[in-house]
């Protein structure tokens, strides 16, 4: 079965996504923005994080 979580990189602090047990999956995942190995216990496949906003609030649209 599938696992998900949500961790930042160790190295380089960007949010990722921590797919564990899916088509894909390596023992040794590099982050994809450092490109630096990750280690992980079980066979897991990375990928940034896009679904959470931004820190920035977004400027109000003019109606």
């Not at 216990?41 to 109606?63: C, I, Y």
Request: charged share 20%; aromatic share 4%.
């Amino acid at each position: 079965m599938a696992h998900a979580r949500f961790e930042p990189c160790p190295h380089c602090h960007a949010p990722l996504s921590y797919l564990e047990g899916v088509a894909g999956s390596k023992m040794d995942p590099q982050c994809p923005r450092c490109h630096k190995g990750v280690t992980v216990t079980r066979a897991t496949f990375l990928m940034a994080d896009h679904s959470r906003l931004g820190s920035v609030p977004k400027t109000p649209r003019a109606r």
